[in-house]
């Protein structure tokens, strides 16, 4: 039997019994006869304990010196759950992002992996050895440095790390029991998806679903390794996340629609009065792009013949609002607009399904079941296997249940489960 | 001027207030002008807490996997240290015990230096960075392993760092003002020492005084290297320890008696009945060492010639008492002893002074002073410049102040001080 490469969030791992617990996994799956690698996050809060006493020290800790420090929290981690491995009498070797090999480049608090060297972790595995490797961070290719990969980074550590190794499988284990054909605190009728192809999964991450990281999908993606998303307080078959190009992928048998997303983390700036001629909406988005903001959706209104003015909307990160605002007020006058609107009460619902490339008619039923449910929309954006309008975010609840019911995605029971965060 | 080495106790980076003090110190050092490196412990109770969780996981962690977990504390302590450094607008970087090139064999919880190899310090230096570096840990030579150097081993790190990087001084920060004649907790007129030989605190550290590590001293008497002992709370100047060959040393006024030390970590064992052979004794002493109990002092009654028997007394560190007791019952037959007496009851008070190779008489007075008080000795033990008594627990107090008044070593003026550990 293979490698299998098992990923433990925070949660999962946040005290003395939950180690124990995902141990007792790890010792399960070596007992199979499986070569086992572990990546973990740091226990619960810990990374968020962590932050809060930088800010107890400076407003702006160094980049190197906060990743120098964040990393301790999976260093805490990782020797915990190998001392309870060999408690249960087994050989657990714990390592270090460095010492695993995961090299990245100098970008601290959002560093690239660039390349896996994973020769220590074959060496355990080749002793027979269970690898336990610490989420999240890597060393810096040119300058040795310690580094971090950003919030969430652990999947992606963890996927990186199964590609390198050439493992039959990533399980990614959380406290949710798998990916959902929507957030079940809003639907509870929202089924658990057997499978989920990349493809439909990297538009589901970039929707809003919480449950994987959007680089850890696109790892997977570019390396054809399958992912298996479940719970760590449970032993029921979670999510599988079949590559396209697998042969998992061809027998797939193919929902129209895989799922339904929301994001409420979004703003809305509109541009009002903007010159129509070329280039003024050009001048815009560079400005955004060199103040490092990323935009999401945008909708240009069509020109008023009479006053050669228009309007221009786009989403960004709510974080970003007050930045991007900053930047467009400075340009005022080289740009000529009339004024600037910000709202952050909006939220983004997405309906997702490779099955809509050869269904028409999707949109048109989207539509009109939110039409039914009283829901205004305010703007929309697609692509060839993803819908995406953003309403008042007063309305996300009912515009996701609407959706929901539409195209007959309930679950025949309702499963009992807990939907949130998976760590990093 | 030169390099400055310091370092900071974990009472000294307990919180946030606290590593902020520490580095507004560390930056007036860089401002006058010299080069620093900084030794930093894991912030006050971090170490303990960091074993509290691996107990909660497992009875027996695997040495490698508690030195991996211990290491995080340093980690986040010299991180915020570095932190508060750069917001006081100096540059700072920190480096884990491997990355500063502090290479230990493979014993992993108690590993010895065998090298430093400070080339990021120095590089650090070069560029006009303050270095800050974990105390108390190293990476093995043959397996590059995460190595720690044992309880109290940051001071040694600091000594080790400072004689590998030619530096003017170590400086050693805790809670405490300096190295006192006698505890100030048992002596309210105890004095603090200005300078002190190492050859003194060598036999300071080993009788009781707890302020310096045995190790770190060793170490800098080996190096030539002066360390000075001072308070991170306040800007007094503490005590010198002046390696013996130094300049210094021959310069300083040489008092008779430099200090009273106590210590009440150790139990007696009696062999009783021991038939008085050639080898018996040895016998007695190897089995001891081969339990790798430590023995320090021992006294042989003479023979009583009508039986051909005696008795045999040790001391020993009292958490080794149990288990030399079962190693030597094992031996009852071999050996033909009558009985074992176990006392744990017992204070050894040590009167330290260079004078004593000079001044005779000092024995007798120390003798004498004791007995006035009512103090009964029940061993002796004496080096070149110290000797030591061990007494009834109860009556250590009181041995202490009787040395400490017959020796004149009461200060004029008594100094507020608060005596305590020295973190790690």
Known sequence: M????????GSSVADA????????RIV???KQGHDVVVVVSAMGDTTDELRDLAEQVTPLPPPRELDMLLTAGERISMALVAMAIAQLGHEARSYTGSQAGVITDSVHGKAKIIDIRPGRIEEALKDGAIAIVAGFQGVSQDTKEVTTLGRGASDTTAVALAAALG???????????????ADPRIVHTARKLEKVSTEEMLELAASGAKILHLRCVEYARRYDMPIHVRSSFSSKEGTWIIPDNSPGAAEMEQAIIAGVAHDRSEAKITVVGVPDKVGE???IFETLANSEVNIDMVVQNVSAAA???????????????????????????????????????????SLIGAG?????????KFFSALASAGVNIEMISTSEIRISVIVDEAQVDTAVQAAHSAFDLDADEVEAVVYGGTGR
Chains 1, 2 share one sequence.
């Open 2 to 9: 293979g490698i299998v490469v098992q990923k433990y969030g």
């Open 17 to 24: 019994a939950g180690i124990k617990r995902v141990a007792q």
């Open 28 to 30: 399960n799956t070596k």
């Open 167 to 181: 493992a039959e499988v990533c399980e990614i284990y959380s406290d949710v029991d798998g990916v959902f054909t």
């Open 281 to 283: 909406a050009a001048r």
């Open 307 to 349: 006053t050669g003015l228009t309007d221009i909307s786009f989403t960004l990160p709510r974080t970003d609002g007050q930045h991007a605002m900053g930047a467009l007020a400075r340009l005022q006058s080289e740009i000529g607009y009339d004024k600037l609107l910000y709202d952050d009460q909006i939220g983004k619902v």
């Open 356 to 364: 809509m490339r050869s269904h028409p008619g999707i949109t048109a």
